[in-house]
């Protein structure tokens, strides 16, 4: 099942000319109304009217995501806010957060690309779609919400959380596809177990999951504990949100929109190309996009592609599952969270040493931080009701940068081990 059959299924060369005009006409346009694209351009003499081929492109700089940081909030925006109707902000509460914005016409291609994921995972307008992704600033909610409209099926809005309250909606207005993270999946099977429902007693018969990594091991388990089919989807804010690629029902690997997004799989420590078929970095150029387009952004997604043609008739080019990151960042309860932004909680917070390790655990399908942390002696040896407090300090604080709880556990001063290089701060014990 096709969303934009024409689209999905173009020969490849003429998706190739598509997408140099296209490339050709965003570089052009960030050229002269990005100051930021504009200034590294010229420094560099690129000239846009020169690209002839998306080799090309190889000349021009990455975005990376502290260009974002440092340009935060509007900076880096291509046209005036009046023309901007949403914007949305990735995880962090602070100004290192990063913020991207849609037009009118941006919110149309992004439900029309959301839309030929749902299609592709085998969802119609007689779907019932339950979307428990947060609404919010995260772009999982409302991206969704937006497709699954476009596509005409029955939208439950019903966000994250809540999850005994998420499955008598299911059974009572009985759902037929669930959105959610694949973790959440999980812990509504582990819910449902414990009010005494059977899956199979639902309606449900689709469950598109994203925004975290996962594993086929995880798609197994999902498919049959809840007994549908679950596909995955893929995409980042900084690019649009949700909608960048998905799996279609052969669940071979997501295909990507390329007539919207540039692709390029590059060694992350080279930068250049690897040899096709083979693990790197995802780096993406917005080939569509009006209020924010990006030029090479490194994702720091690790993937490869898949040229093979797929049974499915699509002709856009599949990448595998999110196989890791090149860089630290972590993915908790579906929220990104970077080692750095703890740590420059820790550091803020007197008495404590800047030694450190985050500890990830998954248990009953939920995710759980424990972030250790050596306290000076003193405070060590101190009462207990000092302790106590600095701990209450330390996870408010945590909680209100990063969004999401932690455990906190104080440890005598040099008990962790010590690192001669790169450290290893960050344990993660979950098995995808
Ligand atoms: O997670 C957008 C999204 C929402 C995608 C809902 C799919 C469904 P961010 O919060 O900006 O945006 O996080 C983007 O999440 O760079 C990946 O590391 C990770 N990620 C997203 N989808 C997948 C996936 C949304 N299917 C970051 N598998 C990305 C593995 C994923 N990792």
Sequence with gaps: MYWQKEQECLPRPELARLQLERLRATLKRVATTVPFYRNIFHQRHLDPEKITSLDDLRAYPFTLKQDLRDNYPYGLFAVPLR?????????GTTGAATVVGYSRGDIVTWSDLVARVLCGAGVTADDVIQIAFGYGLFTGGFGLHYGAERLGASVIPISAGNTRRQIQIMQDFKTTALVCTPSYALKMADVMMDMGINPNGLSLRYGLFGAEPWS???RREINERLGICATDNYGLSEVMGPGVAGECVECQGLHINEDHFYVEVLDPDTLEPVPPGEVGELVLTTLTKEAFPVIRYRTRDLTRLIPEPCPCGRTLIRMSRVLGRSDDMLI???????????EAVLFAIEGTEPHYRLVVDRENNEDRLTVMVEVVESMFFDEMKKQRAMMETIKKRLASELGIGVEVKLVEERSLERFEGKGKRVIDNRQL
């Design 83 to 91: 023309d901007v109707v949403r914007v949305h902000s990735s995880s």
């Design 216 to 218: 086929e091991g995880m």
């Design 332 to 342: 908790i309860k579906g929220v990104n969270v970077f080692p750095t932004q703890i």
